[in-house]
């Protein structure tokens, strides 16, 4: 057994999955989506409503074990998914790690394809913390969570060309993201700087994600790359909005804010401060 075939071995659980069943419930349920999004408005906003004139609450334990539980799954869906695209890129290049709709089907990523979309609607409970311990909610917050979420049971129905570099670098910026997140709850001093490569790999991500829509485009027409239109376009506005979003946070965050906020370090987005 060489190299590559020992980091791509398959564990029981990830080879037993049945990804056929998955992607014809989501084919059937995706508009579920809409339904969990009205519910997330709700909460945000009649949550905010609610605890107006009420005292907000300490959850750190909570949230240090909300953080440390998506933190892990996301560190071990980084290295799942991006030991194979790390394989595909190696051995059948850039252009194949982009338009090869096998990362919906391999026995290594199918499981973490399908924990990856389903992983958006619990992640909706972020802001729930946030809402309680009544802090500051900026925009980009709430409107990453509902648009990633739709975005994903959206294009995951129909195995899309690009979804394993868009799902392989969220769940690499969510390793680091909710660590980070963990760490802050639980109290620990975190290095400003690193607050701010957590926000600059966000950017570079959207960068990315811009470019490969871009290329699914551009390749589509060759017959070897399958997506549609519509969703070229939809992943192309979601991606240029976080880009502008996450690019005008960094910027009023890191070096335009007051000299007390930059000293503290705020936490990068989806959160604003953690403490």
Known sequence: ??????????YSFERSFDE????DWMQNNWTNAFVFCGLYAVMVFGGQHFMRERQKLNLRRPLVLWSLCLAVFSIVG?????????YVLSSSGFRRSICDQGFYYAPV???????????KAPELGDTLFIVLRKQRLIFLHWYHHITVLLYSWYSYKDTVAGGGWFMTMNFSVHALMYSYYAARAAGLRVPRPLAMLITS???SQMVMG???????????????????LD???????????YLVLFSQFFYQ???RAPPQDRQAGLAPPKTAKLD
Do not use: P
């Open 20 to 23: 056929r069943s998955a992607i």
């Open 210 to 228: 811009v470019t490969v829509s871009a290329l699914v485009y551009r390749w589509m027409h060759h017959g070897d790359c399958h997506s549609y």
């Open 109 to 119: 990523t199918k499981f973490w394809a399908y924990a990856f979309v389903l992983s």
């Open 231 to 241: 969703n070229i376009v939809w992943a192309s506005l979601m991606y240029l909005s």
């Open 78 to 86: 980084a290295i799942r998914t991006g030991w194979y695209m790390l």
């Open 1 to 10: 057994m060489n190299d590559s075939e020992y980091l791509l071995s398959e």
């Open 253 to 255: 965050t890191y070096l």
């Open 201 to 203: 790999a966000q950017i």
